[in-house]
């Protein structure tokens, strides 16, 4: 199952108001280190089904959330905890490293 994308109009609903852990993936289509990413972002989200939620944003489709949160490269992995941002990774750091942000923000 792959990560839901998010818009502009479901950020503040599908993240920020949510309780629990949210990893979202802030991406383009012409990147080529988010193109590598994508397939494992994917199956993170059936890795984590009903523990966290994998979530992807388009930052050309969907520039205010990009914005608010000052993501400047891409790809940026955010992870939010009950709505607030409690990790940050710039660039794809790997699966390993992706999947042990997560991690860390469900065992807190």
């Known amino acids: 199952m792959p990560a839901v994308h998010l818009s ?16 979202v993936d802030f991406f383009a289509t012409w ?3 988010c193109q590598m990413s994508a397939p494992i972002v994917d199956q993170m989200a059936d890795t984590y089904q009903g523990k966290a939620e ?4 388009d930052v050309d489709q969907a520039r205010e959330p990009a914005m608010e949160f000052n993501v400047m490269s891409i790809p940026t992995f ?10 940050r990774q710039i660039g794809f750091p790997g699966e390993a490293a992706l999947k042990a942000m997560v991690d860390e923000a469900l065992k807190s």
């Open 31 to 33: 990147c080529g280190p």
């Open 8 to 23: 502009s109009e479901n950020f503040n609903e599908k993240v920020q108001k949510s309780k629990g852990v949210v990893l």
């Open 54 to 57: 994998i979530l992807k944003l």
């Open 78 to 87: 955010i992870v939010f905890k009950d709505g607030q941002e409690v990790n």
